[in-house]
Each structure stands twice: as structure tokens, then as C-alpha cells.
């Protein structure tokens, strides 16, 4: 490194500066070239907008958990449209309200609301029913909108993000009276919480320069887009932030290297979970507000999935009467733990024997004496039952006794968006029957079998 000496040219060259005031004094700095530290001949370019022109090794939002660059269309997982009403999510969701907590869909703002009055205890929780598997070497992305009715309370506790009805598992942003945080919660004991004013990243304060790169500061009565994406793996890394101005900022990241002798979450089957709760007795009535939320992965398209065969079932049919032949659920539990994977019906296969039939497709219709006796893997199913009501009918097929037998559903079962799976309380689940009758009123024999797939 050798010393700054004067040009050759003499002591009449100028050196360029920018004048500044800090601390009530003008100092003078001088305009740097930034270049590599082996060839200073190559140099960065700065825009006239005074933008960096430069690209980045990994971590910045452009890229996913992995440091890919995100140029491939992303698959979508699921989108709660909460502003489109009760018809955008009915069925999705489970609400949980105590007290004098309420859940409702407000069309003044076209957002679902929860509020919770002034005694200690009112809770409003929505938590979806699907759970939403992480696939190893790929990124899961998690994108909401949200507001506050105030910037923070005594004796009020809001969270949104990724979790599970129990609240033992997650990534959540979280505020506490007027602290602000962000969470991984594990049921494993390596939970973390960081306030904002630690964040490493863009803390949203307004304050500006290295954790204000944005210069943006948070406001939580108006509308923000937070996201959340992670490595799982185990001990990979845990990234939340929000938009400002459209382009993406970094809050705070877990790194989570070398620090862990155990996963930092037990479980990746999360679902979205938004939560607001009286700790203690509040000085006037609060809302929380969710506009939107989404659920995407990044990376490799494929599924891990594992085929499972229903084997053929008879049925006699005598006359005209719609009959139930076998209705599909997941089972609670698979070998001691909670079962939180989707189940897609690929194909059926059908033959009648003397006269036409519909084959009717029933999602969570009432069944008269089922037993549930029958399973395979994870998915249990029921040939008992001698009757339904109610349910949707989402689907009808047409088979006579030279019709093709098998019938592709992937129409009907999109690997990414649709299946069945349990409720966000265990206890409740989808159900999905097949019914048939025969359309002459005739006598006929049915033999039917389908293909399930176990999606992880």
C-alpha cells in the first residue's frame, strides 16, 4: 500500500467533493471510483438516478432461499382472497373466537376483520385447514396483507404468518402492545424472537442509513405486504420482510448456522394463522384486518407422492336410488404424528354390468352408518355407509356397460392447489364420495376402484 503523493502535473489538480452537514459542521468528502482490488480499471457505474448498478453472491430478495435467481413462474399453492368475501374463503378456514372476540368480513374495507373487545381473554384466531408441506432444496413463500386498527396497545397481542392451531410451530410477525417482532416459534425449544429494533436488516424506522435502506417507516394502521420465505433442511435460514415502493426489503434474517443441535421448528406442515388477543384488560375495542394471503413454492415442480390403490368394490343396484360406494378421508395421525398431507384422487375406473349409470362426486357430504374399516398408508376409507345429504357435488360421470372404465380426474385434482387433507383442528376432515345410481331405474351390478395419491 503506498502513500497518496501529488500529481506529476503538479499541486494544481482538483480533487472532486460533496459537501455535507454532520453535526452542525460542512465537512468535505471526496468522490470515490469503487473498483475490484486487483484491477482498479474496473469500476462501477452509478445511474443517473444515482442507482448501483451490481449484482449480488445471495440473500437478497431477488433471489430464493437457495441463492437461485427467480426467473421461473412460481407454483402457486393456495391464495386467500379474503377481500372477495365469506365465497373466497367458505369451507378454508377454520375461525376460533372467545369473549367478546368476532370474525367478520368487512365490506367497508373488503377485508375479513377480527376484534376483540376490552376484557382480558378475547381472542379471534383464523387459521386455514390446509397446511402447506415444505420440499426439501426448494423455497416456500408466504405473502400477506395486513393492518392494525392502532399502532399498538397495552394488553393486545397480534400475530400473522406461517404456524399451526396449536401455536407450537411457525414464522410470525408479531406485535406485542406497541413492540414489534419477528418469530420462529419450535416446539423443539429453539424458538426465536427478535424486536425490531434489532432486526438485521430494514427496520422500517425512518431513521435511515445501514438498517434503513428503504428510508421507509412502518405504518401499521395502513395496508403492508410482508412476506416470509425459508430454507428448512433443518437448520437453513428464515427470512421475512415486506415491499416498499414495489421492490422487496429484507427485515430480519435467522441465519441459524452452526448455532443448533436440533431442527429450529418441529414440523414444516404450516398453515397461515392470523391471531389477535387481549393478554390482559384493554382500554377500548381493537381490530386486526387480513385483505389477502398466499402460498407459493419455489424451485423444482415435482411432488413427493406415494400411490395408493382402493381396491374394486361391487354394488348391486336395484333401482334408481343414489348409493353411496366408498367415501375417501385421511386418517388423524400416521405413525404418532399429527397428518398434514393432501390426498388427490388421479383416476377411477368403472363397469356396469347391464344398464347406463351416473357416478356422482361428493365433497363432505353426510353419511348414514359409516364404519371406516379399510386403509392404506395415511388414507383410510369407508364402504358402509348406506346413504348421503348435503355435500357439494362437484362432478358427474356417465358410464354405460361398452363405455371406456377409466377416467383421468387430474381435471378435477390440481397437484399444486387441490386435495383432501385434515381440518386446522385435526379432529375435522374433507370427505370425498362416490355415489352412483342407475339412470333407467333398472337393476345393475357396479364395479368400480380408484387410484389416491399421498402428497407430502
Given at each position: 500500500m503506498s502513500n497518496i503523493q501529488l500529481p506529476q502535473n503538479g499541486a494544481g489538480a482538483i480533487v472532486l467533493t460533496e459537501e455535507h452537514t454532520v453535526d452542525a459542521e460542512q465537512k468535505h468528502v471526496q468522490v470515490m471510483?469503487?473498483?475490484?482490488?486487483?484491477?482498479?480499471?474496473?469500476?462501477?457505474?452509478?445511474?443517473?438516478?444515482?442507482?448501483?448498478?451490481?449484482?449480488?453472491?445471495?440473500?437478497?430478495?431477488?433471489?430464493?432461499?437457495?441463492?437461485?435467481?427467480?426467473?421461473?413462474?412460481?407454483?402457486?399453492?393456495?391464495?386467500?382472497k379474503f377481500y372477495d368475501g365469506p365465497k373466497s374463503i367458505s369451507g378454508r378456514v377454520q375461525e376460533d373466537v372467545s369473549g367478546g372476540a368476532s370474525i367478520a368480513y368487512n365490506a367497508g374495507i373488503r377485508g375479513q376483520t377480527l376484534q376483540c373487545g376490552t376484557a382480558d381473554g378475547d381472542s379471534a384466531k383464523l387459521v386455514t385447514h390446509r397446511h402447506f408441506s415444505y420440499k426439501p432444496g426448494s423455497t416456500l413463500v408466504a405473502m400477506f396483507v395486513v393492518n392494525a386498527s392502532d399502532a399498538g396497545k397495552a394488553n393486545v397481542a397480534r400475530h400473522f404468518g406461517l404456524g399451526n392451531h396449536a401455536d407450537t410451530d411457525g414464522i410470525q410477525v408479531a406485535m406485542d402492545g406497541t413492540d414489534m417482532f419477528v418469530k420462529v416459534i419450535s416446539s423443539l425449544g429453539n424458538g426465536q424472537s427478535v424486536n425490531r429494533t434489532a432486526w438485521n436488516g430494514d427496520r422500517l424506522d425512518g431513521t435511515g442509513g445501514d438498517h434503513n435502506r428503504s428510508g421507509a417507516t412502518l405504518n401499521q394502521l395502513a395496508l403492508n405486504i410482508f412476506w416470509m420465505t425459508y430454507q428448512y433442511l433443518s437448520a437453513g435460514a428464515v427470512t421475512v420482510g415486506t415491499y416498499v415502493g414495489g421492490e422487496p426489503v429484507v427485515c430480519h434474517t435467522f441465519y441459524n448456522y452452526g448455532t443448533l443441535f436440533s431442527p429450529y421448528m418441529g414440523t414444516t406442515d404450516l398453515a397461515i394463522v392470523c391471531h389477535q388477543e387481549n393478554v390482559g384488560v384493554v382500554a377500548s375495542t381493537s381490530e386486526m384486518n387480513i385483505f389477502c394471503a398466499a402460498v407459493v413454492s419455489r424451485g423444482y415442480p415435482e411432488l413427493i407422492k406415494t400411490a395408493i390403490s382402493i381396491p374394486a368394490i361391487a354394488v348391486p343396484l336395484t333401482d334408481g336410488t343414489l348409493t353411496p360406494i366408498v367415501s375417501l378421508r385421511p386418517t388423524e395421525t400416521y405413525a404418532g404424528e399429527d397428518n398434514r398431507w393432501r390426498y388427490i384422487i388421479e383416476n377411477l375406473s368403472t363397469i356396469t354390468s347391464a344398464e347406463p349409470v351416473e357416478l356422482s362426486l361428493w365433497l363432505n357430504a353426510d353419511l348414514t352408518a359409516p364404519t371406516w374399516t379399510e386403509s392404506g398408508l395415511s388414507l383410510e376409507w369407508d364402504t358402509g355407509a348406506s346413504a348421503v345429504a348435503n355435500g357439494h357435488n362437484f362432478g358427474s360421470l356417465l358410464f354405460t356397460p361398452s363405455a371406456n372404465p377409466s377416467q383421468d380426474l387430474n381435471a378435477l385434482f390440481n397437484d399444486f392447489t387441490d386435495g383432501l387433507y385434515r381440518n386446522a383442528d385435526i379432529t375435522g376432515t374433507d370427505v370425498w364420495t362416490v355415489c352412483v345410481k342407475s339412470l333407467s331405474g333398472n337393476a345393475t351390478t357396479v364395479y368400480f376402484s380408484a387410484i389416491a395419491s399421498e402428497v407430502q
Open positions: 471510483h469503487i473498483g475490484d482490488r486487483t484491477d482498479p480499471t474496473r469500476q462501477v457505474t452509478v445511474s443517473s438516478a444515482g442507482a448501483l448498478f451490481t449484482t449480488f453472491d445471495s440473500g437478497d430478495p431477488t433471489f430464493d432461499a437457495f441463492g437461485r435467481l427467480v426467473t421461473a413462474t412460481d407454483n402457486l399453492l393456495a391464495a386467500y
